[in-house]
Nanobody
Framework: QVQLVESGGGLVQPGGSLRLSCAASGFIFSINTMAWYRQAPGKVRGSVAAITTVGITNYTDSVKGRFTISRDNAKNTVYLQMNSLKPEDTAVYYC?????????WGKGTLVTVSS
């Protein structure tokens, strides 16, 4: 079955950096677009970044220039490098893949940006 396991979250000061990882299994990783979403307390889950099978990326406006999504098909892993973090980036970050019309999610990793 599809499994997505996020890691790398934690507490960081404003201006700091974190790298999130998502280890995938149960499907053919290399032929699927992968994405990161986030959900802040009291808010709706929203898209952060996505990367296609050939490495084309897109980002929500609020993270452009600060976050970078990448993938390693040999390791079945997608990454989210987050730099210049702001308090408003505080959220649970989820890995996502859409296969055959169904969305699959990991359990999420919490990122807290606070001094």
């Amino acid at each position: 079955q599809v499994q997505l396991v996020e890691s790398g979250g934690g507490l960081v000061q404003p201006g700091g950096s974190l790298r999130l990882s998502c280890a995938a299994s149960g499907f053919i990783f290399s032929i699927n677009t992968m994405a990161w979403y986030r959900q802040a307390p009291g808010k709706v889950r929203g898209s952060v970044a996505a990367i296609t099978t050939v490495g084309i990326t897109n980002y929500t406006d609020s993270v452009k220039g600060r976050f970078t999504i990448s993938r390693d098909n040999a390791k079945n892993t997608v990454y989210l490098q987050m730099n210049s973090l702001k308090p408003e980036d505080t959220a649970v970050y989820y890995c996502n893949v859409r296969i055959g019309g169904s969305n699959y999610w990991g359990k999420g990793t919490l990122v807290t940006v606070s001094s």
